[in-house]
């Protein structure tokens, strides 16, 4: 005899979007082999609802991140990864099924969660280091996230679940929202993205002087939320004794993040904040201080950095190969190497620096 299915999970999400779409029949999108037996895709569907306001798109939501069916794991207080995503994509009138680009990326939001266990909240961001949709003319390069302003967070038998939104940011986009902070930098877009939908078309919103003013005003007032980056290269070595002198140590950096890194340190220790960069098999913790020096540890370098010295290097980091030096502390340098930006096939599609 074959037991009943328990969808009590999958059904709460479909209660939320009919409230919100009534009797529409979605386009649905399953998964025919279950990721958990060898499948390719970890989510078990996708919903496409045709929405009009405040112009045509596609409102998808996920089916997979929390818990559908029985309550799996020992987290009571959430279901799953406690969150399920949704993305508003740009629809034209005649367009009958939504673009299968968008519902790819979303599986590999999928793959992406299943492999690492790093979960999404209100506030992230991602770089996808090229165009959000392959091969597409167009500038959104990375996603934000946010709560979706349409759908509340829910309480399901098998614990909460939040709806959070993925946006199609560009590259200069998403350094502001590094150097100040995502919801403060999509709040300040709201009339120029409405509902926020990803329109691959659309260009930077920096180039609004509106928005522009309130990303420069909100780094002068609040600095940045950024407290972590992370860094392919990156590297520590420490400098050596010789006869007569000591050479300085060097801490390497890619040019793609360098420029970055500047912009953090005026937003995080020129307002007394940390900040971490963590590379493979490294830490660097840059600390605000009244005397600049370091710790070197086997993993781990605490780099010390006064007001003077924080913002020399704010000034001086640039996506340019240089050296970089202190003019007051002559312990350390930053040597700023090129960056090969590669296509999914290894190949080098373009370097910075």
């Keep these: 005899m074959n037991e009943e299915v328990i969808t009590s999970g999958w059904d709460a999400i479909e209660e939320q979007m009919t409230r919100l779409y009534g009797a529409q029949e979605p386009k649905h999108y399953g998964t025919l082999i279950p990721y958990r037996v060898g499948g390719n895709d970890p989510l078990d569907g996708i919903s496409a609802y045709k929405a009009d306001k405040p112009f045509p798109h596609w409102h998808l939501v996920t089916f997979g991140f929390s818990e559908l069916y029985d309550k799996e794991s020992e987290d009571i207080d959430y279901s799953g990864y406690g969150f399920e995503l949704t993305f508003r994509v740009a629809r034209e009138e005649t367009e009958e099924e939504p673009p299968a680009w968008a519902l790819n990326l979303l599986q590999n939001m999928g793959r992406y969660v299943f492999k690492s266990g790093n979960i999404f909240a209100a506030g992230d961001y991602m770089d996808a280091n090229g165009p959000i949709c392959l091969d597409a003319d167009t500038q959104l390069t990375a996603l934000a996230f946010m709560e979706d302003p349409e759908l509340p967070a829910i309480h399901t038998p098998n614990g909460r679940v939040e709806f959070l939104q993925m946006v199609g940011i560009t590259e200069d986009e998403l350094e502001a929202m590094k150097t100040w902070n995502t919801l403060g930098l999509l709040e300040a877009c709201q009339e120029a993205l409405p509902g926020y939908i990803t329109d691959l078309s659309r260009d930077c919103l920096l180039q609004i002087p509106a928005v522009s003013e309130a990303v420069n005003s909100g780094i002068e007032r609040d600095g940045s939320n950024t407290g972590f980056l992370y860094i392919d290269q990156l590297s520590w070595e420490p400098g050596k004794k010789r ?14 993040q360098a420029g970055t890194v500047g912009k953090l340190l005026r937003g995080r220790l020129l307002k007394g904040k940390d900040l971490t960069l963590a590379g493979p098999g490294l830490r660097i913790v840059l600390e605000p201080t009244e005397a600049t020096d370091y710790e070197a540890g086997e993993n781990e370098v605490r780099l010390k950095l006064d007001e003077a010295a924080a913002s020399e290097l704010a000034e001086g980091l640039r996506p340019i190969e240089e050296m ?20 999914q096939e290894g190949n080098v599609v373009s370097t910075i620096g």
Excluded: R, W
Aim: charged letters at 20%; zero cysteines.
């Design 324 to 343: 970089v030096g202190i003019s007051t502390y002559k312990g350390m340098v930053i040597q700023v190497v090129k960056t090969f930006i590669k296509d």
């Design 243 to 256: 006869l007569f002198n000591k050479t300085p140590a060097i801490l390497t950096l890619g040019a793609k």
